[in-house]
């Protein structure tokens, strides 16, 4: 069976050992970029690589493309390689709980063109809650060669502020409102959001209980949004084009395919004062 948007904890338990699933912790903190792998290396679930945001899963920032850019192609493949993936594997990605971090690297993939790339639902937490085994063995996968197909359609500050005006695209900006609103911002230099973009909090993809909505609520909440816009008509944007994933995967779960993402997001898009800003709600 192929996973390609999310799996559970009790099916990913089914398939321990299995030798054709790759397993990544993305766990990060934006405070402390070390967090994550130092959680790692005391306790991760079994088999699991790590994978850092900045250092496997970002490329070099210029000053003018964001805080966590797009890698180079040949470097990500490389990356992807030395854990071990190529065609043949099922990835699952997962972070400490939300999915936040795990749908970069889950959004990666399949910006690649490997759909057998899924996110453990409800992360690490999850996998605890339910009592199953971690460990500190640090796993060491035969490395693997990672052919990327060509890369699925993004979009660009360029495009967006082209179309700004006719709204032949729809921003969702995946930030929390008080940042989208401009009424603080803990990061960047410039606070409010793009012109026109409507804000759809990742966070508002989750349950109570920390794992994703259901595929029909989650089409209901995206629908409502979207009102008439097509799919392929939405752009995902958030700080710097890593929450954003999380909800070009909610819409992956909710069967509403086509979606792209703005990768430099808000911080490239502060990056240069001649664009323009919008705050308030």
């Not at 009790?10 to 903190?29: Q, S, T």
């Not at 070099?60 to 490389?78: C, E, Q, S, V, Y």
């Not at 929390?176 to 993809?205: F, K, L, Q, T, W």
């Amino acid at each position: 069976m192929k996973y390609s948007t999310l799996i559970s904890a009790e099916e990913l338990a089914r398939h321990a050992g299995d030798p054709v699933f790759a397993i990544v912790d993305c766990r990060y903190d934006l405070s402390d970029a070390g967090a994550g792998e130092r959680a790692y290396r005391a306790a991760h679930l079994p088999g699991a690589i790590y994978m850092h945001l900045e250092r496997d899963l970002s490329g070099a920032k210029t000053g003018r493309n964001g805080r966590h850019p797009l890698p180079d192609i040949a470097a990500l493949a490389a990356t992807f390689g030395r854990a071990g993936i190529d065609g043949t594997r099922q990835v699952v990605a997962y972070d400490q709980g939300s999915g936040a971090w795990a749908a970069r690297l889950w959004w990666l993939l399949h910006w690649l063109g490997h759909e057998r790339a899924a996110v453990l639902d409800g992360g690490l937490d999850r996998w605890r809650a339910e009592g199953r085994a971690l460990t500190d063995a640090i796993a060491s996968p035969q490395p693997a060669v990672f052919a990327p197909k060509p890369p699925s359609a993004t979009s660009s500050a360029d495009e967006i502020l082209r179309r700004i005006d006719d709204r032949s695209l729809l921003v969702l900006d995946a930030r929390a409102p008080e940042r989208y609103r401009g009424d603080v911002e803990p990061i960047d230099p410039v606070a409010g959001h793009i012109p026109g973009a409507c804000n759809r909090p990742y966070v508002e993809n989750l349950t109570r209980e920390g794992v994703f909505k259901s595929a029909e609520a989650l089409r209901r909440e995206f629908v409502a949004v979207m009102d008439d816009t097509r799919p392929e008509a939405v752009v995902h944007q958030c700080g710097s084009g890593v929450t954003a994933c999380h909800n070009a995967l909610a819409m992956a779960i909710a069967g509403l395919a086509g979606s792209r993402l703005y990768p430099g997001s808000w911080s490239e898009w502060v990056s240069d004062p001649a664009r323009p800003v919008a705050r308030g709600g």
